[in-house]
C-alpha cells in the first residue's frame, strides 16, 4: 500500500508545469494560433487576467486580428482603478469586431459608458 503511495506522489511531482518566462521576454504568435494574451502582453506589457475578444456591441467572440481593443476617456472610476494599480481589463478598454471598430474609434474620445449607449442606440 505505501508503494502505490508513493508512486502516485511521485507522478503528480512529474507533471509540475515548466516555469513561465518574464512577460518582456513572451514573443507574439506568428503561427496563425490564438495570440490572445502573448499578443497582448507583447504589445503592452499587460500581466492580469485577460477580458476575451467579445464585441461590446453584437457580443460576438471574434479572433484579436478580426477586430480591436479601443481605448477610452478615463471616468474619475476609472483613474482610481489605474491608481490602485489592479491586475486585470482595465475598465476604460473595450473589444470590438471589425463590424464595430471604426464607429467604436471614432468615439473613443468619449468615456466608455456613453460610446457604449450611443453605439447600442445606432445598432
Do not use: N
Not at 475598465?91 to 463590424?99: E, G
Request: net charge positive; proline share 9%.
Amino acid at each position: 500500500m505505501t508503494s502505490l503511495t508513493r508512486r502516485r506522489s511521485v507522478d503528480a511531482g512529474d507533471r509540475q508545469q515548466a516555469p513561465r518566462a518574464p512577460a518582456d521576454d513572451v514573443p507574439t504568435r506568428t503561427d496563425g494560433g490564438r495570440p490572445g494574451c502573448l499578443a497582448l502582453r507583447a504589445a503592452g506589457g499587460h500581466r492580469g487576467p485577460v477580458k476575451p475578444p467579445i464585441c461590446q456591441v453584437c457580443h460576438v467572440r471574434f479572433r484579436p486580428d478580426e477586430g480591436g481593443l479601443v481605448e477610452f476617456a478615463m471616468r474619475p472610476s476609472d483613474r482610481a482603478w489605474q491608481a490602485r494599480r489592479v491586475k486585470g481589463h482595465p475598465p476604460w478598454k473595450a473589444w470590438y469586431c471589425r463590424d464595430h471598430l471604426e464607429a467604436a474609434r471614432a468615439r473613443s474620445h468619449l468615456t466608455i459608458d456613453a460610446a457604449t449607449s450611443q453605439l447600442d442606440d445606432a445598432r
